[in-house]
């Protein structure tokens, strides 16, 4: 995934671009960057790895070397940028967020007509944001060198760009798969992913970009470079999981929604008299926590947290590459509450079921320490598709995720073609799936949030979402 927050300011803005990357520290673990601009120096730029730090550890000196009226930066999952570009476009800075399928043949087909050259990386990969910057060289003008860019695209790019003016573009990738938001403050103009960022640091809510909206901000105003289109395909998991609690996208907040998630599943439960007799409903901290609030709020049983992560010293467990380090990360984090968990009949809420390695740790856990029984519901519905747009769940094979693996166990590559079917609990296939992994983990019982229930619970018309994950539907 990743982040990233731009600013254009009538003073210096490194302040509040470095706390507005900072705020996206939730999206990315690899690699943060920071370009400036200021009148006397022109164009500056600063990348660290933050894979054993965070950003702001690695930035904590950046207002002694870096300083502007204009910035943009970002926290990267994959490739080091911003980078700096010179070309006939003139000299500027560049980020984006989204996912290349196709970079190989774009690469070769530049290759063989331009002349020119790439810096390669270890392997010979090319940085993804310098192939952007070289499709967006090829046409004569920023917004026809953005629109060229998305459409040979196979995957997304949300795109920032910093110009040697001192003025942000900033568009939104062509079906909206993420959002971009323009704040406006008493000094100038900001843009965003996560719109809190912004408002914590005093913007308020100037405007949301359309799918493949393009803009120029600068301090003294906006100006629209290039209109909406009229499909959007935003991501869901944007409210299921991997955004901040107190965005809100497409006017949507994330927390609410997750609240409307839990009280749908909870209802579900009680339809079918599912998962009777519990003594708590908790959440698989953190993002499965209002899951739960929802589902507790609904349900009538009280929510309580039986076992509590300790974060000040442990980093994020998704932060080692190693996957015996991630593990063994997320087990330490894990205090048990011994009487919330002691005879317990528990339920705990997670916000999704992707490879389901540090579930299963987290169940043994719990009994380890006492728990009489462990009901386990996911916030959406049985991954089956590896996203091949912004990188959540991708995989190097669709075999690594829970679900397609115990299809596979369950029927042989004949599964592969009723994956429809074991997503639906009403089948026989959905419930032979979530039977099979009940007894895998040791559940006492397991349910997904059904498709239908998780688009009530966002909101929104089901076809301006993106739910390919889920049922493969582009």
């Given at each position: 995934?990743?982040?990233?927050?731009?600013?254009?300011?009538?003073?210096?803005?490194?302040?509040?671009?470095?706390?507005?990357?900072?705020?996206?520290?939730?999206?990315?673990?690899?690699?943060?960057?920071?370009?400036?601009?200021?009148?006397?120096?022109?164009l500056?730029?600063?990348?660290?790895?933050?894979?054993?730090?965070?950003?702001?550890?690695?930035?904590?000196?950046?207002?002694?070397?870096?300083?502007?009226?204009?910035?943009?930066?970002?926290?990267?999952?994959?490739?080091?940028?911003?980078?700096?570009?010179?070309?006939?476009?003139?000299?500027?800075?560049?980020?984006?967020?989204?996912r290349?399928?196709?970079?190989?043949?774009?690469?070769?087909?530049?290759?063989?007509?331009?002349?020119?050259?790439?810096?390669?990386?270890?392997g010979?990969?090319?940085?993804?944001?310098?192939?952007?910057?070289?499709?967006?060289?090829?046409?004569?003008n920023?917004?026809?060198?953005?629109?060229?860019?998305?459409?040979?695209?196979?995957?997304?790019?949300?795109?920032?760009?910093l110009?040697?003016?001192?003025?942000?573009?900033?568009?939104?990738?062509?079906?909206?798969?993420?959002?971009?938001?323009?704040?406006?403050?008493?000094?100038?103009?900001?843009?965003?992913?996560?719109?809190?960022?912004?408002?914590?640091?005093?913007?308020?809510?100037?405007?949301?970009?359309?799918?493949?909206?393009?803009?120029?901000?600068?301090?003294?105003?906006?100006?629209?470079?290039?209109?909406?289109?009229?499909?959007?395909?935003?991501?869901?998991?944007?409210?299921?999981?991997?955004?901040?609690?107190?965005?809100?996208?497409?006017?949507?907040?994330?927390?609410?929604?997750?609240?409307?998630?839990?009280?749908?599943?909870a209802?579900?439960?009680?339809?079918?008299?599912?998962?009777?007799?519990l003594?708590?409903?908790?959440?698989?901290?953190?993002?499965?926590?209002?899951?739960?609030?929802?589902?507790?709020?609904?349900?009538?049983?009280?929510?309580?947290?039986?076992?509590?992560?300790?974060?000040?010293?442990?980093?994020?467990?998704?932060?080692?590459?190693?996957?015996?380090?991630?593990?063994?990360?997320?087990?330490?984090?894990?205090?048990?509450?011994?009487?919330?968990?002691?005879?317990?009949?528990?339920?705990?809420?997670?916000?999704?079921?992707?490879?389901?390695?540090?579930?299963?740790?987290?169940?043994?856990?719990?009994?380890?320490?006492?728990?009489?029984?462990?009901?386990?519901?996911?916030?959406?519905?049985?991954?089956?598709?590896?996203?091949?747009?912004l990188?959540?769940?991708?995989?190097?094979?669709?075999?690594?995720?829970?679900?397609?693996?115990?299809?596979?166990?369950?029927?042989?590559?004949?599964?592969?073609?009723?994956?429809?079917?074991?997503?639906?609990?009403?089948?026989?296939?959905?419930?032979?799936?979530?039977?099979?992994?009940?007894?895998?983990?040791?559940?006492?019982?397991?349910?997904?949030?059904?498709?239908?229930?998780?688009?009530?619970?966002?909101?929104?018309?089901p076809?301006?979402?993106?739910?390919?994950?889920?049922?493969?539907?582009?």
């Open positions: 995934m990743g982040g990233f927050f731009g600013a254009a300011l009538k003073s210096d803005c490194m302040v509040d671009v470095f706390f507005g990357v900072d705020y996206h520290s939730h999206l990315g673990t690899r690699r943060g960057g920071l370009a400036a601009f200021d009148d006397k120096i022109g500056q730029r600063e990348i660290h790895n933050i894979e054993n730090s965070p950003f702001r550890t690695k930035f904590e000196n950046i207002f002694n070397e870096m300083w502007g009226r204009s910035a943009i930066g970002c926290i990267s999952d994959s490739d080091p940028q911003p980078l700096l570009i010179r070309s006939s476009l003139g000299t500027y800075a560049i980020c984006i967020i989204g290349i399928n196709n970079s190989d043949e774009l690469i070769d087909n530049y290759l063989s007509y331009s002349g020119g050259h790439f810096d390669s990386m270890t010979g990969r090319i940085n993804s944001t310098e192939l952007v910057a070289a499709l967006i060289n090829q046409k004569s920023f917004v026809e060198g953005i629109k060229f860019a998305q459409h040979q695209i196979e995957g997304s790019a949300s795109i920032l760009i110009k040697d003016d001192g003025s942000i573009i900033a568009a939104r990738d062509r079906l909206g798969r993420i959002p971009v938001l323009i704040g406006k403050g008493e000094d100038g103009h900001c843009v965003s992913f996560e719109s809190f960022a912004y408002k914590k640091l005093g913007y308020a809510d100037e405007k949301e970009l359309g799918p493949g909206e393009i803009v120029e901000i600068t301090a003294e105003g906006l100006t629209q470079l290039a209109e909406p289109e009229k499909e959007m395909k935003i991501c869901s998991f944007l409210w299921s999981y991997y955004g901040y609690p107190t965005s809100n996208y497409e006017g949507i907040n994330v927390e609410t929604m997750r609240y409307r998630n839990g009280e749908i599943m209802r579900h439960d009680m339809e079918v008299k599912n998962a009777e007799g003594d708590y409903v908790g959440g698989v901290p953190d993002s499965g926590t209002p899951h739960a609030i929802g589902y507790a709020n609904e349900s009538g049983v009280p929510f309580a947290r039986p076992f509590i992560k300790y974060t000040p010293t442990w980093p994020r467990s998704f932060m080692p590459t190693n996957q015996k380090e991630r593990d063994k990360v997320a087990k330490m984090k894990q205090i048990p509450v011994h009487e919330l968990i002691e005879g317990k009949n528990l339920l705990f809420v997670d916000d999704s079921i992707v490879r389901g390695t540090q579930l299963r740790e987290t169940v043994e856990f719990l009994y380890d320490n006492g728990a009489k029984a462990v009901h386990m519901r996911s916030a959406c519905p049985p991954i089956m598709y590896g996203c091949k747009y990188n959540f769940s991708s995989s190097k094979s669709e075999m690594e995720l829970l679900s397609r693996k115990v299809i596979m166990e369950l029927e042989g590559e004949e599964g592969m073609n009723h994956l429809d079917e074991y997503s639906d609990t009403h089948t026989e296939r959905g419930q032979a799936l979530r039977k099979a992994i009940a007894e895998n983990f040791n559940f006492a019982s397991l349910e997904f949030q059904s498709l239908e229930g998780l688009i009530e619970a966002i909101g929104m018309e076809c301006k979402l993106c739910t390919y994950c889920w049922n493969g539907k582009e």
